[in-house]
């Protein structure tokens, strides 16, 4: 099927409250102009300087979601433009974020990228580690930068009852994190879960964002 068919198919099953980020990474720039086309304006890239270089190319409406591992000495190739970045690992990270907007003037969304698959290989945080953030004094001070909510990848599995499982913990992360220190923050809203395999799953389980690639584009 097309582009335009595929993106039709998975729009159809989404509710609207919760946000499509269509995952470009790797694909060309023909193809993001085609879903672009069909009304999408949502994309995910996983690579800074493969990002930056597709941002200068396709229109500037376009919301730039950044997905993948992040290091630090690629942070100032998509601060400029970057609407959110989901994949927040580390203080170490989310304190260049804050730098390098400040540099460019702006306030950068961030979620805090939770470990919740049984894959070793994953990257993500552990309840522990993000507390223990919140408590470091130069967290607080941290003004370029603003946490919105969560972030997590369950395993790749055919078995429903482990990929449910993880949602609900990053779910539940979510709602511990809303009660214990962002009540008052409306900004604090989004867990983004659930990818070409899963999002259906995800969606049930209190989704506000799916990241979905294959269905809209096809296999590489």
Not at 21 to 49: C, H
Not at 62 to 79: D, E, R
Request: glycine share 4%; aromatic share 10%; proline share 2%.
């Amino acid at each position: 099927m097309s582009i335009k068919e595929n993106l039709e198919n998975v729009i159809a099953c989404i509710p609207e409250y919760v946000q499509l980020i269509a995952i470009s990474k790797t694909r060309p720039v023909s193809d993001i102009m085609e879903a672009y086309k069909w009304g999408q304006r949502l994309f995910g890239e996983n690579k800074a300087l493969e990002m930056e270089d597709k941002q200068h190319q396709l229109p500037k409406d376009i919301q730039w979601h950044f997905v993948g591992h992040l290091q630090t000495n690629k942070v100032k190739y998509i601060a400029p433009f970057v609407s959110l970045i989901h994949s927040v690992d580390s203080l170490k990270l989310l304190m260049e974020i804050d730098k390098e907007a400040r540099r460019n003037h702006r306030v950068i969304d961030c979620l805090l990228e939770f470990h919740i698959a049984t894959e070793e290989s994953k990257f993500g945080l552990t309840m522990d580690e993000v507390e223990s953030m919140f408590t470091v004094p130069v967290f607080h001070v941290l003004d370029h930068v603003r946490i919105c909510g969560v972030m997590g990848m369950a395993t790749f599995s055919n078995d429903e009852q482990l990929v449910r499982r993880e949602f609900r913990l990053l779910k539940g992360y979510f709602d511990t994190l809303k009660q214990r220190y962002f009540q008052n923050s409306d900004h604090f809203c989004e867990i983004s879960m659930g990818m070409t395999n899963d999002y259906r799953i995800a969606i049930e389980e209190g989704s506000t964002m799916v990241r979905v690639g294959t269905a809209i584009f096809g296999k590489r």
